[in-house]
Nanobody, 118 residues
Framework: VQLVESGGGLVQAGGSLRLSCAASGIIFSNNVMGWYRQAPGKQRELVAVMSSGGSTNYADSVKGRFTIARDNAKNTVYLQMNGLKPEDTAVYYC?????????????WGQGTQVTVSS
């Protein structure tokens, strides 16, 4: 199984980024796909997840600013991040899992760094 993230980088506060995660080795359409993040000195936390049926769950801190989407034809999940804040600075990880909402992640990507400057 491979989950390969891309799209991270440095952005000013208020800006936008779009993360992508290309998956292989799994039946993508059957999996719950998600994004987690880990800021320096903090625990890893859920950002957003999407079920195979399109249901979503977001962390309160990103509701209204971030949007998760998936393209089953491309085996890719996205995270559109708008209105970025310095506290969004973290390594963002793509995850895949299977089961009833909301299962713990089974597979993790390597992560992509997002840095938001004030």
């Amino acid at each position: 199984v491979q989950l390969v993230e891309s799209g991270g980088g440095l952005v000013q506060a208020g800006g936008s980024l779009r993360l992508s995660c290309a998956a292989s080795g799994i039946i993508f359409s059957n999996n719950v796909m998600g994004w987690y993040r880990q800021a320096p000195g903090k625990q890893r936390e859920l950002v957003a997840v999407m079920s195979s049926g399109g249901s979503t769950n977001y962390a309160d801190s990103v509701k209204g600013r971030f949007t998760i989407a998936r393209d089953n034809a491309k085996n890719t999940v996205y995270l559109q991040m708008n209105g970025l804040k310095p506290e969004d600075t973290a390594v963002y990880y793509c995850t895949a899992s299977y089961g009833s909402p909301w299962p713990a992640p089974r597979y993790w990507g390597q992560g992509t760094q997002v840095t938001v400057s004030s």
